[in-house]
């Protein structure tokens, strides 16, 4: 079954095709960076405007891609939520009028799942498993029971961990997309620098919740407070330790996840999954089985979303014309 599958939640636009889950035959992903970086953050209107422009281009190219003609696609995943409603519109509404002219089905695709599907494409995921999400819209521990089956156990109460690298790059002009610019000056920096806190939460021994809000105050106005005596002030050093803290926050409550549910396999996705302290965290949990996907699989893309189309049309999961975009959702329990 060739699965074509269709991301436009935020600011990438991608199409790619999959043959039984986990074959990628083509994949174009456009990143929109150009388009953002003046404002050094995605302005919604102007990324469903970009997808405007760019889906069937993008449509046409992985099909070349992948030496495919539209008659050979069986199935159309599209992500639907949660994301930005009027990105998730043009890539849903474009998923029907192809579905309609080639005629086949639809399946809608929670992005959600999608990235946390992702490691699929390299080695089957035994479940059940935790779940770490991490990207700019999302920061989650959760259980899987299957890859439809997720029960949150912990969340950001405030930003996400993206979405904090991403204030802080641009309160500091690190450069955009801001993740990455704070991932690549870190790598030139001293991380004990600074001090910065992590923050600790009303009944903070046992909970899996993290807060980035107090964090990001700290490193984007207060930084000077929080210099170690004898440290020198600079951009590396600053993007180093904020990265220490950020990413040891969750380290801290994975490891809680992992002693309250006795869990070690973990599947690990998400835009910040590709951060080069998070991966070397991960990987020095010789305990843990980790399953994370590539760099090119941990940011918005479509492969994961044809690959896990797969497993929603193998159980016969498809919806109509009128199936609605979503930007939340409000359970993830047993949700397709
Ligand atoms: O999954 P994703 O592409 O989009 C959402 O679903 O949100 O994640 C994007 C987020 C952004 O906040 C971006 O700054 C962050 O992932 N990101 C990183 C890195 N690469 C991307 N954060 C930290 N380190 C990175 N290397
Ligand atoms: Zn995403």
Same mark, same amino acid.
């Given at each position: ?13 991608? =199409?790619?095709?999959?043959?039984? *889950? ?6 174009? =992903? ?10 050094? /953050? ?15 281009? =993008? ?23 949660? /994301? ?5 519109? =043009? ?23 999608? !990235? ?17 999400? &991490?990207?700019? $819209? !999302? ?14 156990? $912990? ?6 961990? *993206? ?10 002009? #690190?450069?955009?997309?801001? /993740? ?38 700290? &490193? ?51 835009? &910040? ?13 010789? !305990? ?31 919806? $109509? ?13 047993? #949700?397709?």
């Amino acid at each position: 079954m060739t699965v074509l599958g269709i991301e436009s939640s935020c600011d990438e636009c991608a =199409v790619a095709l999959v043959r039984d *889950g986990t074959d990628l035959l083509g994949e174009v =992903v456009h990143a929109q960076i150009h388009a953002h970086e003046r404002y050094q /953050g995605v302005v919604p209107e102007i990324a469903s405007r970009q997808h405007t422009q760019l889906i069937l281009p =993008v449509y046409r190219e992985a099909l070349q891609d992948a030496g495919l003609q539209p008659a050979d696609i069986d199935v159309i995943a599209v992500t639907t939520h949660p /994301g930005l409603s009027g990105s998730l519109l =043009v890539g849903t509404t474009f998923a029907k009028g192809l579905a309609l002219g080639l005629q086949r089905p639809i399946v809608a695709v929670n992005h959600v799942l999608a !990235h946390l599907y992702a490691p699929n494409l390299i080695t089957p995921v035994p479940y059940p498993c935790l779940g770490l999400l &991490v990207s700019g $819209g !999302h920061t989650m521990i959760t259980r899987m029971d299957a890859w439809n089956d997720m029960t949150v156990l $912990g969340a950001t109460t405030d930003d996400a961990c *993206g979405e904090a690298f991403d204030k802080v790059a641009k309160f500091h002009g #690190f450069g955009y997309p801001g /993740g990455k610019a704070v991932d690549a000056l870190a790598a030139r920096g001293d991380e004990t620098a600074y001090d910065f806190p992590g923050a600790a939460l009303k009944g903070d021994a046992h909970s899996l919740d993290v807060s980035y809000s107090g964090i990001k105050t700290a &490193v984007t106005v207060q930084a000077a407070r929080f210099l170690r005596p004898g440290s020198s002030a600079s951009p590396e050093n600053l993007a180093a330790s904020f990265q220490r803290v950020a990413i040891g926050m969750l380290m801290k409550r994975l490891d809680r996840a992992v002693a309250q549910t006795g869990i070690h396999r973990l599947v690990v996705g998400g835009g &910040v999954a590709a951060n080069s302290r998070l991966r070397r965290e991960l990987a020095a949990r010789a !305990h843990l089985d980790v399953a994370i996907p590539p760099l090119s699989l941990c940011t918005d893309n479509a492969a994961m979303v044809a690959a896990i189309g797969f497993e929603y049309a193998t159980e016969g999961s498809f919806v $109509g014309f009128d199936a609605p975009v979503g930007a939340r959702v409000a359970g993830y329990r047993a #949700f397709t």
